[in-house]
């Protein structure tokens, strides 16, 4: 099984970014090949929303590491996205890789209704935010980065499960138990 991470947060060694590493080691071990992507070190242009990729499957911008990150999301048999809560939504860099990736995502029949392209393989959205629990939930902080990041892989069809994680500021063990939720996860996922 092939396993791809997108991690949207900025912050290396971060909560999200500790998780993510765990999934893939979890993963390694299960006898999955993974790669994780930084989405804060690629390099490409936002989407112009010329809205040619519906009907073009392909992004019509020059190549660049969005084109590259479309490929590999294709890919994949398993999607991990991992993103902070930045104002109840996932990370502005996240939202403009899946802006750029729509193609891969979605295309559209003939009447303009989405069309998954991903239609059964799954994926895990990991998704902190320094609200306490159950403020965090209550005040729809990680709930809504999670709510968004779901709405983009629920229309290409993915099957998906979520980690959410709270009160990131205060806890100190709180990357360790949550990577271990996170690792168990995984290994459900993994067939």
Excluded at 23 to 41: H, M, P, R, S, W
């Amino acid at each position: 099984m092939k396993i791809l991470v997108l991690n949207g947060s900025p912050r290396r060694g971060g909560v999200v970014d500790t998780i993510l590493e765990r999934v893939l080691e979890a993963a390694g071990k299960k006898g999955c090949t993974g790669e994780k992507l930084n989405v804060c070190d690629l390099k490409f242009r936002p989407c112009t929303g010329c809205m040619a990729c519906r009907t073009d499957g392909v992004c019509r911008l020059s190549r660049d590491d969005a084109h590259e990150a479309a490929e590999k999301i294709a890919e994949a048999d398993l999607l991990v996205v991992g993103t902070p809560t930045y104002w109840g939504n996932m990370s502005g860099q996240l939202k403009l890789l899946f802006d750029r990736t729509v193609p891969v995502f979605m295309g559209e029949s003939s009447r303009g209704i989405p069309q998954g392209r991903q239609r059964g393989k799954r994926a895990l959205i990991v998704a902190a935010c320094t609200t306490p629990w159950p403020f965090n939930r209550l005040m729809r902080q990680s709930r809504g980065a999670v709510g968004a990041v779901r709405e983009v892989l629920g229309t290409a069809g993915y099957r998906i499960r979520t980690l959410q994680i709270g009160g990131t500021k205060r806890i100190s063990s709180l990357p360790e138990r949550c990577a271990l939720r996170a690792e168990r996860t995984i290994r459900h996922m993994i067939k």
